[in-house]
DNA sequence: AGGATGATCGTCT
DNA sequence: GACGATCATCCTC
């Protein structure tokens, strides 16, 4: 699959464009086990001044990351057992990001059914625990600069036209109410409710 | 297909 | 010491 990688600066800076313009691009991953890819179908936005961000109450060890520069990749762990990957939004010194929560697997099916263990591809990258494991996303990429490095890196897709809708936010207790979940409208490979009525 | 539950640990209070 | 931007498993329908 001959894939086009995306060039630093082609996507939007602010949150929620860029949640929109991730769904249909190609997430890829590239290591000595070989490669493997998926499309995003699933985003969430979460904003500068959004309680439910992590960067909400100030800047710490592990929220650094969305301070910095816009598209990093922001990496943590969550509930003990699961690394969500986001990429950091809006320009230097403003914390925020995107949560990718789903991706409907592409290349390297085998690899990915080997770190997730099971071969069941619909459970393989829906969700957004499950898509760092199957594509062996780790603690070190946690600031990684996506438009540089030939190890984890984002190519051009496709996102049909008004495919695109929004819904709640998936998991959360505080600021629950905001529609910042975009998702593929019917993608079976999508995490939550994927086909609620248009905004 | 969908709801409830417990595991598990880094991070911050 | 409490709390999650979750997941796998077990249950019922």
């Not at 929560?101 to 770190?115: C, Q, S, V, W």
Request: net charge positive; aromatic share 6%.
């Amino acid at each position: 699959m001959n894939l086009r990688r995306i060039e630093a600066g082609s996507l939007p800076v602010e949150s929620r464009a860029l949640a929109k313009a991730l769904i249909g691009c190609i997430l890829v991953s590239e290591g000595a086990q070989g490669r493997a890819s998926g499309r995003i179908v699933e985003t969430e936005a979460y904003l500068p001044g959004d309680p439910a961000c992590h960067a909400y109450t100030g800047r710490s060890a592990r929220n650094a990351t969305l301070f910095g520069p816009p598209h990093r990749a922001y990496v943590y762990q969550i509930y003990g057992r699961s690394l969500c990957f986001n990429l950091a939004s809006e320009p230097e010194g403003t914390g925020a990001g995107v949560l990718v929560r789903a991706l409907e697997p592409l290349e390297g099916i085998a690899l990915m059914e080997t770190r997730r263990g099971t071969t069941v591809v619909r459970d393989l990258c829906r969700g957004p625990g499950r898509l760092t494991q199957a594509l062996g996303i780790d603690r070190a990429v946690d600031g990684a600069d996506l438009s540089v490095g030939d190890g984890l890196w984002l190519a051009e897709g496709v996102s049909p036209p008004g495919r695109i809708r929004s819904s709640r936010r998936i998991g959360l207790t505080r600021a629950a109410e905001r529609r910042l979940r975009y998702y593929e409208a019917g993608n079976r490979f999508v995490s939550g409710p994927r086909n609620l009525s248009p905004p």
